[in-house]
């Protein structure tokens, strides 16, 4: 009876959000609620699933193979919860042809919960495609350059997969994982590094990350199932790709340095770069939603480190910072979305003060934000601490300092945001705006509610990281429910929670016995005048000193490169065109060219 | 079963092609039912005579002589195939032509059901110079339609393609000679079969002259260049037939002329070369257009590369690729250039950059980007199939520089497609008069064919196993 | 040794193919079409020569006769020539009313 529990899986999964797309576009007005029905299916379902471990051969003509086990639900768990939250959000925010939306992004939840069953390159990449254009669609929805911009690189990263299956499909004349015997180490070479990059696209990472600023600016209810969920794709594509298929002992086998493989290492260290760089860039956007996605390049930046070092350790971290960044990432671009939504403006700058009117968005972005910038008590920090500890473990000098400078850097953006959106003075067009809307609120709840639990159990989730860590051979942590431990230390989180609370309530009595007068914002003077209203919020130019010493570096810009390449491929083109010169002499001239050029060819083959 | 002759297939396009200008006297507007009529009889039969042809090839003798010295009709699975994707192809394009307008419309049909015809009879004689002149009467048919707009840009394309089309013909004819010169015999399997008997340097000679004269139809490099201007000079529904019929029925005979008769094994590779060039220079040069049908045009070249280089790769998954292509391809480019016609009509311009917003409106939006993304190779379409199974193809052959070479070319298809969309979906534009049924049911059949053969291709992949008796020289 | 007749088709071809690429006006180019055409014509008649022979009538009188088949192609292939030389020619005329001229030059020159 496995196949059908397999296929009662797959029903579950991918054919009932395909199912909902087809049904939600019909249903028009209540395309959304027919779509949060059918994402909240899923995610529920995902409970009674847990630790199960269905995998089935399926001929179509050639061999698939689809699987449901521990990896694959950790991913979905993701990908589903932020996908219903997406939607969630999505009730009061989405009006414009919500059938569209609503079929879309049910089509993407498909393809993703597809791509996570499948063990077998075929299934794989169709997934991967229909996910890949469906998200492409989306984005065309608020803007076609910022979903051309994705298109192409969307597409680059397929083709980069596909030259990967070829290289596999030659040397086995199968798309299954399995069927990898026999491969050369030269082969495994090809294999890897196409598989790497093509999926380091969807992760943006540095070079290849230059369509995400672009495509996280696209609807924000769509952005956090991009940025959250989707995303995790390249990681799940990455940990498939060097650990699931190829395996430790193969990337051992190019070598090694300092017990990590040299295949992984140099991506690695592309993984700190993209944490530093997209950090950088972070800091200096005024744009929020911009900010979010540089952040978000950042963020995924180290994910890649971890999978690039490739010990237990870094494995761990990677997912357990993916698992993390996926919840507090798609809450901060909900997050941004509710103060989009509500003020109209997409500029930090421009904001202020609305904390005091939108306390509950306030306090579910400050979580999500000390999740990213890794304060100690929340998930966010563990993640980290245990990506750091993998980097110095091994005594690695460049990666370890980057993310380290890249982590102080978060703090900055952090507080650019924190102080430029929600704090300071609230300026007076924004006088009467109103908390988000009730479904907005619940849809960031959903996602901070995990956050919260895993910040005091970070046991729970190494369980599942856990049952990964074992099938994909790469060996495991020593964890319990509060903590784990590492041959440099480790972390309890029950210790530094009860340290944080004692910390915290010696703080609140000082705040509480100290008298403070309550005082309006505007009750303010200036040089002994009282002027009527003035703006105070100075969030223009934030981080401008900073700025200044970084402007060295900051001339050089990858957007740019791209410019300039993408201008020197079509001025390459119009030249080519020429050969086509709409004279039929010179095109009868060709005939007669081609005829003797193969006439010559072929006699010079006999 | 009803025993069907293939003979039909043609019979009855020229039959009703030349009884046309008796009805028009009658009456002018029952001419495109009859048309639509004619081409669905025509589909009906195609598909009987697939389904028999898929047990076991069909021979229809013509005119009382046996094989090798009489004519022969020869319909093998694949040939039956073609032959029903083209015939369904007219049959919905025909539907958008019953919009036609403009003067003289008994010869604009006339010339679609012999444009047909011609290129039904390509696919299925088993004759070579039958073929050639079942190439000629389509090119004949082809000449006409593309002039029929009567002004300077459809002359200009016509004559473009006369002159090529002519001197390609001229070369088929010399293939042709040269072979009856060595072999006596103009029956393809009997040509086949004899080939040791011929001289290696006049067979090669005949080889190219064969290559490179149906090359011209199937729009090989270096020998498409009437393809744009020709494309872009004819009516719409015109361009859509030329995309979905001469050109099958062009590569079909070139995959003929490289299976059946030469079963051309060694030198496959320069199939191979010759569609990645093909690929390459079309989807480059489709970039730099800046008129949706010169784009759509050089697309179209491209596409015709890729199947090229999947018929060149010869391995059963990649001609079974190639073959799916050719499927696809006549479905989906015939639904760009049908969409481009309503384009071209609701915005007086062909300047894809004054287009805004054309695409909002869901009945075109919706075909048009199935359509795309069906040419750009994604799933669940049925442009995907074709595409993964020819580059699997050449993967497992280890042509993999070639292969970068497709994908890099691909990508450039992918951003100029990307920018059309983007102007096509952009808001702000003007409001447009929205399709008559003329425009969109053709646009929704095609889209609903790419769908669902896309999401269930298992009847479609039934029917190409029988490639690989193709591949072995087998009808 | 190759008989002349194949060295004069191949010929006509050559001259034909020239005529189309480098002469300029409509009329010409089509002519060198029309020799070209006659050269394959040519090819294929001489193919199907057979010294000595007579024409392929069954009589009983005479047992050599040249090779029928190639006669039927070139008959064939004769009337084809026309109907495509004639619809090249319309489309001079077309060309022809639409830029008034039959230069290929100049008619590109008013397109542009």
Redesign the interface.
Known sequence: MEINLLWGVFGIFVLLPLAGSILSYLGKKFAIYIGIIFALIPTIMLYPFYAQNISELIN??VNINLVFDTTTWFFMLMIDTVAFASFLFAISCVKKKPEGFASLMLLSLAGANGVLMSRDFLSL??FW??M??SAY?LI?RSS??Y??RY??FG??SA?FI??G???F??YT?SFLFSDSAGIPLMGWFWILFFLVVGFAVKMAVVPLHVWAPYAYSSEPSFVSFFSGGLSKLGTFGILMGMYGIAGLSILQGFGTFRDVSLFGYPFALLGAFTAFIGTILAIFQDDLRKLLAYSSIGQLGYVMVGLGLGTPLAVSGALFHAFNHAFFKSLLFLGAGAVIYRTGKYKISEMGGLGYRMPFTFLFVLFAIFALAGIPITSGFISKWMLYEAAIEKKFVIIAPLMLIASVGAFLYSFRILYGVFLGQLDKPYENIKEAPLPMLVAMGILMLPLLIFSIFPGWILEWIDDIMKSTGVGTIDYNTYSYYSSIGGANMLVLWIAFMLVFIVAMLIFLMKKARKVDQYDNYLAGESPPYVQLHAAHNFYKPLRDTWAPLLKYSIDRAYEKLSRFF?EG??E??K??T??????????????LL??F???W?? | MIAVHPVLLIAIPLFFAFLLPLIGLFSKKVLKYVVTGTIALNTIIALLVFREALNSPIFDILGGFKPPLGIVLMVGPLGGFIALIINMAGLIISIYGMEMKKEPLVKYYMLSLLLLMGANGMVLTGDLFNLFVFLEVTSIASYGLAAYNKDLKGFEGA??YV??GS??ST?VLIGIALIYSQLRTLNMLDIATRLNEMD??VK??A???L??GFG?EAEMF??N??V??TYDGAPHSVSAMFASMSAKAGIFALARVIFTIFAFTN?LW?VVIMGVLTVF?GE??A??QRDIKRMLAYSSIGQMGMILMGLGIGTTMAVEGAFFQMFSHAMAKALLFIAAGYMIYATQTEKMSEMKGIGRNPLIGIPL?IGI?SI?G???FIG?YGK?YI??G???E?Y?AI??LF?AA???E??YY??F???A??GGGKRYPSPKATVYIPLLLFAVIIVIFGVYP?PI?EILSHVTTFLTGGV | MIPYYYLASVALIVIG?YI???K?NLIK?IIGLDMMDTGVNLLLISIGYVKGGTAPIENGNYTLYVDPIPQALVLTAIVIGVSVMALALSIVIGLYKNTGSLE?DEI?RERK
């Open positions: 179509i003509g990449y169709i495609e229909m890949s254009w669609l065309l076609g350059e979903a051309r298109l192409l597409i680059l083709y596909i030259m299956i070829g290289i499909y030659y004349g079509v083109f119009e080519i065109k050969i086509y709409e004279n039929p002499q010179d095109y009868a001239a060709y005939l007669g060219i081609a005829f193969f006439l060819i072929g006699w083959l006999l | 004559l473009k002159i090529l001197i390609g070369f290696p340097y090669i000679v080889f190219t002259s290559f490179l011209v270096p020998l260049t009437w744009p201007e030198y320069f220079f480059i040069i970039y730099a980007l993304l750009l994604m799933p669940p995907f993964f580059l699997m050449g993967f497992s280890g993999y292969i970068a994908l691909s990508l450039v992918v951003a990307a920018r969309i983007k102007i979906f952009e298992k992949f | 193919i189309v690429i480098a300029k180019i290929l590109r």
